[in-house]
Each structure stands twice: as C-alpha cells, then as structure tokens.
C-alpha cells in the first residue's frame, strides 16, 4: 500500500471519530448493560474496552517516542507499508462489520474483570490522546519511523503501519463491544483502509 501520509490520517481520523462517538453514546446505559454478555466466554462491552485500554496502554507511548524522535517536516509525505505490517492490519480489520475469531495474549483479556464507567472515561481519554498523535504523524516520516509491537521486541513496524493497526484493532473491538448488546455496525463508520 502506498498513500499521502495526509490521506491516511484522514482515513484513520475517521475511523477513530466513529469509534469515540460510539463509545461516549455507550455511557448512556446502565453498567448492568454493559457487563452483559452473550456467553460466559465471551466479554462484555466494558471488557472489549478494556480491552483496547490495556493495548493504548502500550502503544500510544511508543507512538510519541517515535512522533517526537523526528523533526516535523511541512511537506506531504508519502507512506509505503510493509510487508509484516500490511499482514498485521489485515488480520485485525473488520471486513464490511465481519470480524475473525482471533485470540488474545494473557496480560491483554479482561476476561472476568470488575469494570465500571471508569473503564470508558479511561478509553475515551487515549481516544484523545490518539487523534492528537495522528494529527502530528501527518508531518513525519511515517514509513522511516518504526516502533515495537506489544508481542515481541524482535519485530518492528513501520509508524504508519503501528497506527492503521491500532485504528482498525480499536474499530473490530467497538463493533464487538456493540454487538454484545445487540446492535451492528452503523452506516458511516470508519473504513478499514482496503
């Protein structure tokens, strides 16, 4: 894939705007609702976020390490994916509201935790400060800058790559955490980026 680095965080902007706006009009139900869940397997809405809270909780530090390691530049660049990281995003991407059975590593399930609308005010929060950094990423060299992955410290992806894999990990765990309340995905969310 290769795009204007301002393409993709115009896509990726969007995508994280539906995500924020979906969460915030989760506040409105009670916290009975959102610890239902469809199986005892399965989590509820406010472990899917939690979910991705344990993840911003890696990741959107090692975003601005890298944003701020370089030298903001005015002119439009261009992003080239890698490899690996086109691998990663296409794994995680809901495709049209379909979302793959994946499983997680341990310290990231919430699997039986005891949430409350902290849990939300936590999400909504790296949500901020996640649309700060796409804004910044726009005028750095999104395809030198490389940051670890959560897994394993011996694999490096491409910041643009970083990004459209924690925008689109974010968009599959909204979709799921609005499902287990028994909605699908609305009209007008964000892409995937295919």
């Known amino acids: 894939m290769k795009i204007t680095n301002s393409l993709l965080i115009e896509e990726l902007l969007a995508t994280t705007a539906w995500s924020t706006h979906t969460v915030e009009k989760l506040k409105d139900l009670e916290i009975d609702q959102l610890n239902e869940k469809n199986s005892p ?16 909780n890696f990741y959107l530090p090692v975003i601005e390490q890298a944003i701020l390691s370089q030298k903001p530049n005015k002119t439009p660049g261009i992003f080239k994916s890698g ?67 959560s897994i394993t410290k011996m694999v490096r992806l491409r910041l643009g790559d970083t990004l459209r894999f924690m925008v689109y990990h974010i968009e599959r765990h909204i979709i799921q955490a609005e499902r287990t309340k028994g909605d699908s995905k609305p009209s007008g969310a964000g892409s995937n980026g295919e």
């Open 41 to 56: 397997a399965e989590w509820s809405a406010l472990e899917c976020i939690e979910h991705l809270n344990l993840y911003g």
């Open 83 to 149: 490899f690996i990281g086109d691998y990663f995003v296409y794994m995680i991407s809901a495709k049209s509201g379909k979302i793959k059975k994946m499983s997680t590593t341990k310290d990231k399930n919430p699997l039986g935790s005891v949430l409350t609308l902290t849990t939300v005010d936590r999400f909504l929060k790296q949500q901020q400060l996640l649309k700060t950094l796409l804004e910044q990423a726009s005028y750095v060299d999104m395809t030198k800058l490389k940051t670890p992955i």
